[in-house]
């Protein structure tokens, strides 16, 4: 018992189930709407789930963390610059899995502008590409994806250049 | 047919195709999906009961009202604070965004809120204090909420 509550997956379905039947007992015609809610949605995306949850296993076995991080070497220079701002948006995870890999990048001398635009391209999210234009339509993903790129090179720009900023104040200090 | 059945023709295709390449990198992608579905299809679910907690309690006007297009800079700025507050795995995002807007929520504040949700996240803070430092997390921060205001004021003029 202890180690299932110590589970996030349990912890979820079971708050889940909580909710439904807090709403069945105030209101039942309620609970009828939440229950339906949750049934037609998630049959509706059951298949795109399971195919998203395919692409990002085979992506991550094929193209391992570190190995992006040796590609990308320190994102320094026009090339790197631009590939920092775009490749991230093929990768899966959400910031948990993202922050450590980032720190690695920092430590083989990354500069801040490159791991901000890093991770704003990684909020691009293209595995998910599949629920984004279910949801919300083609032009809308497309087009959202392509202002991630502008987004990623706009956070660069500002990192680096606070960062700098802040170089320069240290050096006048000492 | 449907597009997630075409999307899962492709999946499986990849998956064979994995496997004639690299028997042991295949079987340890299958190990990663189940992990990744396992992880995401609960926080789905409870997205899901949370769009019939919403179904159920918020009338289309009160969306509307909050995030519709007549309420312009301050729906989006609404969407972004609650997507930067709001505990969203990537994958729950879209269905709830796309949820919102068949409710009345323009495009502009689904943008802002989906930036936000993915890139601003409260309960990440601590860590990215600790891995990337204080000084970078909150000029990140700070700035992807602002560009990300920016940017859904564009998409709303574009898409609507």
């Given at each position: 018992m202890k180690t299932w509550l110590k589970n996030d997956a349990f912890r979820f379905l079971f708050l889940s189930i909580l909710i439904a039947l807090c709403v069945y007992a105030l209101n039942p015609g309620k609970g009828t709407i939440v229950t339906r809610t949750v049934y037609s949605t998630f049959f509706d995306v059951l298949d795109i789930i399971i195919a998203v949850s395919i692409f990002i296993g085979l992506f991550q076995v094929w193209v391992k963390p570190a190995t992006i991080v040796k590609w990308l070497g320190?994102?320094?220079?026009l090339k790197g610059f631009i590939l920092v701002c775009t490749f991230p948006i093929l990768m899966g995870g959400s910031l948990f899995t993202v922050f450590p890999l980032l720190k690695t990048l920092r430590e083989k001398g990354a500069r801040q502008g490159a791991i901000a635009s890093f991770i704003t391209a990684w909020?691009?999210?293209?595995?998910?590409l599949p629920l984004e234009t279910k949801f919300l339509g083609w032009p809308f993903a497309l087009l959202r994806l392509s202002l991630v790129v502008l987004f990623a090179f706009i956070m660069g720009f500002l990192m680096d250049w606070v960062c700098e900023k802040s170089a320069g104040a240290n050096v006048n200090k000492g | 047919m449907r597009a997630g059945q075409i999307y899962l023709i492709i999946a499986f295709g990849l998956l064979v195709f994995s496997y004639f390449k690299e028997k042991q990198r295949t079987k340890e992608a299958i190990r990663v999906t189940f992990k990744i579905f396992y992880t995401v299809m609960p926080v789905l679910i409870l997205v899901f009961v949370l769009m019939g907690l919403i179904q159920a309690y918020v009338s289309r006007e009160t969306i509307a009202a909050i995030l519709?297009?007549?309420?312009?800079v301050m729906g989006i700025l609404y969407a972004e604070m609650i997507g930067s507050i709001a505990l969203f795995l990537p994958p729950a995002v879209f269905p709830f965004g796309g949820y919102l807007h068949d409710n009345g929520a323009a495009y502009g504040p689904i943008a802002g809120f989906v930036f936000t949700a993915i890139l601003i996240g409260v309960t990440t803070l601590p860590l990215e204090f600790k891995l990337l430092g204080k000084r970078f997390t909150i000029a990140r921060n700070i700035f992807t909420f602002v560009i990300a205001f920016f940017l859904a004021l564009f998409m709303e003029g574009i898409l609507s």
């Open positions: 320190k994102g320094s220079g909020g691009g999210k293209a595995p998910l | 519709g297009k007549q309420t312009g």
